[in-house]
């Protein structure tokens, strides 16, 4: 019986040492990885469509979704405007340093408000909602997975996308274009606040510089990012909640992957939308 | 076919052939079964069988590969979407953990199925809830209280609450004792068998608990390797002839079934 399981394993150690079977396991592995990689882009663009499909079809849950926009959108503004606030502080201080090597300290205000606008406040908000509310979507969808809560759903002839999916998605693609305009409010008074108490500048040329310099589409740009960065956030969490797989682990991982997902996806089509907007 | 009624008319539920696998692993390998019209059908088998995926591919929770389930004569299959949710509006679900929705109070548990699935208004459903709770032997003042507060049993029998309170023509118990002490897990058997009967539901139970089978069946099916293998009237039970029936229901480690030591 030894001898057999060692025959055995000299025989598979020869085989994996055989270059053509070596060049046939890579193409394997990397033909695995992609089909599963399209799989699961299918996967979610159909998530996305069936979630979208039912935020526009009856009946609507009015009380989930004020529900879902107190939790994504009131909850998160201290974490948003707490971000905006220091953000735009450290740019007017890190803009100073440079620009005063060129004489071009008139340029922070522009500089300020053009940043928090067009970039940081969609952007960093976006993140910080990802880390916040994505994380929460996962894991509560995901432990209602668990726990049979959304088959309990079905038994009693409520659709789970209807129930769970649209009113996030909707909060979320609503929410963050208002928590990134206070974030942009808030952003701007950070720069004022160190350009006018720490740099000794003057309050009505920093105000009359950022109105001058900054354009409807500036803000405008941001908004329409943070609705997009919002319903892939939503989407997200509610994705990888929904297809949770069983046990504490799986809800772990499901929280993980929705965080870094839509992380990484606010990142891809910032440069999309930004491409779009100004080029 | 295994089942308790021979004539079409008389079943409620009647699967044919049903068939469904993860991937290589066949759970489902062809059930046949009858539920007759208002009695209690009881499936029993070992983990791992297909007594739970059964029920689930009969709610449409998951979709069979292949064969027929009909409800009330009409192939319900390939239902999808309003057509899915109607026809759940005939179904009750006591599910083994519960299933009680976390975020939301009791009453509100309770009344989910009136409110969103019947447009019942918020008050009356609160009302109906209330009256349910106390039918399942539960104080009015629980109704205030979230599922987080409740032991397992009174969650249970929250659970039974909900499942009656649609008045359901069919409802699926699943393991509807497991984790309760005995005491608990009779009257918890006695409330099935009490609501049950007050509704003239039809009743499909999956559970290990002998003595559960006994409080509340009319009718038992043995399922095994995903085949329904004996299916008879609860006075049948000690006089199958089945050698599995037989080990199964005196627990025997010897004897024909040996899949548990598979691990």
Not at chain 1, 168 to 181: C, N, S, Y
């Amino acid at each position: 019986m030894q001898a057999q399981a060692q025959q055995d394993s000299s025989q598979k150690a020869a085989r994996s040492l055989n270059p053509v079977n070596a060049v046939l396991n890579c193409f394997r592995y990397v033909g695995g990885g992609l089909l599963s990689f399209m799989e699961a882009i299918g996967n979610l663009t159909f998530f996305m469509a069936r979630a979208l499909g039912h935020c526009f079809s009856p009946p609507f849950f009015p009380s989930q979704v004020a529900r879902q926009i107190i939790d994504i959108g009131y909850y998160s503004l201290p974490v948003v405007g707490m971000t905006a606030l220091f953000t735009g502080m450290v740019l007017a201080l890190q803009s100073y340093t440079g620009f005063t090597r060129f004489n071009a300290e008139s340029a922070i205000a522009g500089v300020v408000v053009l940043s928090i606008t067009r970039e940081l406040a969609p952007v960093l908000a976006g993140l910080m909602v990802a880390g916040r509310v994505g994380a929460s979507i996962a894991a509560e969808i995901g432990t209602m997975r668990v726990t049979e809560q959304i088959d309990a759903l079905r038994t009693l002839s409520v659709n789970p996308f209807k129930y769970l999916i649209a009113p996030r998605v909707i909060a979320g693609t609503l929410m963050l274009p208002i928590l990134v305009l206070i974030g942009d409010i808030i952003g701007v008074m950070g720069g004022y606040i160190v350009s006018i108490y720490r740099l000794g500048f003057s309050p009505a040329s920093y105000l009359s510089q950022t109105w001058e310099i900054l354009e409807y589409m500036d803000v405008m740009s941001g908004l329409y990012k943070a609705a997009a960065f919002g319903f892939i956030v939503s989407v997200m969490g509610c994705y990888h909640g929904f297809y949770s797989q069983r046990g504490a682990q799986g809800v772990g991982a499901a929280t993980t992957n929705a965080v870094v997902s839509a992380s990484i996806l606010i990142l891809i089509c910032n440069y999309v939308l930004t491409q779009v907007f100004f080029s | 076919m295994s089942g308790a009624a021979n004539d079409s008319s008389d079943n409620k539920i009647v699967l044919s052939g049903l068939c469904k696998a993860f991937g290589k692993n066949e759970i489902l390998r062809g059930i046949d079964l009858a539920v007759p019209r208002g009695k209690s059908m009881v499936v029993i088998g070992g983990s791992g069988t297909g007594k739970s995926v059964t029920l689930k591919c009969i709610l449409g929770l998951l979709e069979a590969d292949s064969g027929s389930i009909q409800v009330d004569g009409h192939e319900t299959m390939a239902l999808k979407g309003a057509d899915r949710d109607e026809l759940m509006k005939k179904f009750g679900m006591l599910f083994q953990g519960g299933a009680l929705f976390d975020s939301l109070k009791i009453w509100e548990n309770i009344g989910f199925g009136l409110i969103h699935g019947q447009k019942v208004s918020k008050k009356q459903a609160r009302e109906i809830a209330i009256e349910k709770l106390q039918d399942v032997g539960l104080k009015p003042e629980v109704a205030e209280l979230f599922p987080a507060e409740l032991s397992g049993g009174m969650q249970k029998r929250v659970s039974l609450a909900r499942a009656i309170a649609t008045k359901p023509e069919i409802i699926f118990f699943d393991e509807p004792t497991t984790g309760l002490d005995p005491i608990m897990a009779d009257v918890i058997n006695e409330l099935i068998v009490k609501c049950v009967k007050q509704l003239g539901a039809t009743a499909l139970s999956i559970t290990h608990d002998m003595a559960s089978v006994r409080k509340i069946a009319d009718y038992v099916a043995m399922i095994h390797e995903g085949r329904i293998i004996w299916c008879g009237p609860v006075a049948d039970l000690d006089r199958s002839g089945n050698p599995y029936v037989d080990q199964f229901i005196h627990g025997r480690a010897d004897g024909p079934i040996t899949n548990h030591t598979r691990f």
